[in-house]
Structures are given as structure tokens and as C-alpha cells.
């Protein structure tokens, strides 16, 4: 999977916006996510995404994410760490 961003902000909201089509369209739930920035200033991610189909015998149904937003979105790749509020 890949995503790509004009910014590192522009990045995390596509990322996470790939993440949640392959649950809202396939089903999938993610189990494992490896991650590889690209650039100095990260502007593109290539990753692998490991999980399984939704399966409501094994996994729990929650709150259910509608979209990401930039609000208040921080994103910090040198400590590994990103805040992101989402619409649910």
C-alpha cells in the first residue's frame, strides 16, 4: 500500500485515509503495519499492512471512524509519533 501527501500532515490523513478504505470497502482489519517513509521531508509512504477479513464471531465492532481530519493534527516522524483527531 502506498499514499503520498504534499506535506508530512498531507501524508498521515492520506495514509490513514488508505487504511480506512481497505476496512469501510474490503472488510479488512489490520493486524500489522510496517511503514517506510520517503524523502527528507515525507511526502510518500510505502507500507505492508498485514490482517484479515472482518469476522463479527472473532472481532468486536466499535465505534465505526467516518473520516480523517487535519484538526489539530500532529505528526512527529523523527520520534515516531503522530496525534490525529478523527469524525466518527
Known sequence: MTASGDDAQALVVAF???LLLLEEDDGFVGRSIRAKLSGSAPTRV???V???PFDP???VARTEVKAITMHRLVFDPARGRARVIVDI
Open 50 to 52: 498485514r490482517g484479515e
Open 46 to 48: 510505502t507500507a505492508r
Open 16 to 18: 490513514l485515509g488508505e
Open 57 to 59: 464471531a472473532r472481532h
